[in-house]
């Protein structure tokens, strides 16, 4: 699916040859600042290689419209951008900017029971501790139904409760609608415990572990 040759990224990243597959859950781990973020916004082309070459499906991302793809390649930072108005609102913005049909009230109510987030859509977003501002941002990926998610410490705002229910969620949305998902983690039990594949980010390089 992604495909890195020769990759050189500041003194950040040195990936000579990579392949993330389709239809995985690939884990990324690594200390902090070792280029975990880094290596995950590369994948929907918000930043872009030095040198070297990054493929999805086959195509150069330097080809590719980056609107076009980030409706298709979806990520969702550590912090998450939260909208001023409702929890609907937030729910169904990303929707809206992709030009896609919005959904009855009652796949939004579903939606939000999946990210465990007990509150009225009509209720105002920045109201929201930022555990609940995290799983509402959870929850709009979930509606967009992207082919790929890129996930940069989804449960970070998590308690440990919480977090195994979310990353449940999506590592078994992603197997049942045999979507590509892609997850950077401090965790490493929780790699362990829901990677298809994990990748380790240390001294610029990559590495594959054996689990």
């Known amino acids: 699916m992604f495909t890195f040759e020769n990759v050189r990224y500041k003194n950040i990243l040195r990936i000579s040859d990579l392949t993330i597959h389709e239809k995985e859950i690939t884990c990324i781990v690594g200390e902090s600042g070792s280029g ?70 009652s796949t939004l109510k579903k ?11 009509r209720e105002d977003a920045e109201n929201l501790s930022g555990g609940e501002k995290q799983r509402l941002a959870l929850g709009r990926i979930l509606l967009m139904e992207p082919e790929v998610l890129l996930l940069d410490e989804p449960s970070s705002a998590l308690d440990d409760d919480t977090e195994s229910l979310i990353i449940k969620t999506f590592v078994d949305y992603a197997k049942n609608n045999e979507k590509t998902l892609v997850m950077v983690t401090h965790s ?21 572990w054996d689990h």
């Open 111 to 121: 939606v939000m029971q999946r990210v465990k987030l007990k509150k009225e859509l």
């Open 188 to 208: 490493k039990s929780l790699a362990k415990n829901f990677g298809d594949r994990i990748l380790e980010v240390k001294g610029g390089s990559v590495y594959e």
């Open 36 to 105: 975990k973020t880094t290596l995950l916004r590369m994948l929907n082309h918000l930043i872009s290689p030095d040198k070297g070459s990054i493929a999805f499906r086959g195509e150069d991302l330097l080809t590719l419209d980056p609107i076009s793809l980030r409706r298709r390649v979806v990520m969702l930072p550590q912090a998450p951008v939260i909208f001023k108005g409702s929890l609907e609102d937030n729910l169904t913005i990303g929707l809206k900017f992709s030009e896609k049909p919005l959904p009855a009230e």
